[in-house]
């Protein structure tokens, strides 16, 4: 595998998602994209219980699954404090947290998933997901992975490019939120240094980190249209995107 990418994309006002995703796999097949079957990726939360009752963070277990890895299940526990500890299983964990319902409890209503068209250009893989929760559509997600390199800094420019190229839209020249630099904290609480996650070799939990920040957006937005922008960056609608045409 290659670095992954994660782009919003803004819905139109008066377009539907379907429309948008449709003209968006037109115009990739139309620039030599060809079809490679579909993806899905889902993620269930599971909260302990009972809550805390001095006020402090309750735990989270959230479970996920992508289908470019059928045999994994994916996991992320947040103590609530901003700490998660990640970690890869095969599929007896969903079992295993069927089993916990004593202490953990499966917060249904925010199971969410994208789901759609998948398509390979050259050396990558593009990724169309309608967002859906409970059946509700919330947005349009792009995943993009270049196969030809495993570090971000050293093709991010190839990435946003592409990706310019077939949304329409400005990307932001800064590296995604997610690979941001990040603060190393000391045992004692304070910070040490900055850890430059772009310069890392890229794994597979890097690709769920990023649909769980995504889907953490989406969950909190009270209705579906507006697919949320990547976290911190700036996301410009060119004059041509309402028609998806090429400028």
């Known amino acids: ?51 805390p009752h001095n006020g402090a963070p309750g735990r989270a277990v959230h479970v996920l699954h992508n289908s470019e ?26 079992l295993l947290m069927l089993k916990m319902t004593n202490t953990f409890t499966s917060k249904k209503q925010t199971k969410i998933e994208s789901r759609g ?43 946003r490019e592409v990706l310019q190229g077939f949304l329409g839209i400005s990307v932001s020249k800064d590296f995604p939120v997610y690979f941001a630099p990040q ?25 769920v980190k990023q649909y769980l920040e995504q889907f953490t957006n989406y969950r909190k937005q009270v209705h579906g249209g507006m697919g949320g922008n990547t976290v911190g960056q700036p996301m410009l609608m060119s004059p041509s995107m309402a028609g998806l045409h090429r400028p």
């Open 1 to 51: 595998m290659g670095v992954t990418v994660l782009q919003p994309y803004p819905l139109p006002e008066g377009k539907s998602g379907a429309h948008i995703i449709d003209q968006l796999g037109k115009r990739l097949l139309s620039l030599g994209a060809t079809h490679a079957g579909q993806f899905l990726v889902d993620c269930e939360t599971f909260i302990s219980t009972p809550q």
């Open 69 to 94: 890895y059928p045999a994994s299940t994916f996991s992320i526990i947040d103590n609530g404090t901003g700490k998660q500890v990640s970690l890869v299983a095969d599929n007896i964990f969903d």
């Open 117 to 159: 068209a998948r398509f390979e250009y050259g050396d990558f893989v593009i990724k169309l997901g309608s967002v859906t929760m409970m059946e509700h559509f919330k947005g349009i997600l792009i995943e993009i992975e270049y196969k030809a390199c495993v570090i971000l800094a050293y093709c991010w420019e190839m990435i």
């Open 183 to 207: 603060p190393i904290m000391t045992p004692m609480g304070l910070q040490q240094q900055l850890h430059t996650k772009h310069n890392d070799i890229y794994e597979p939990m890097d690709t």
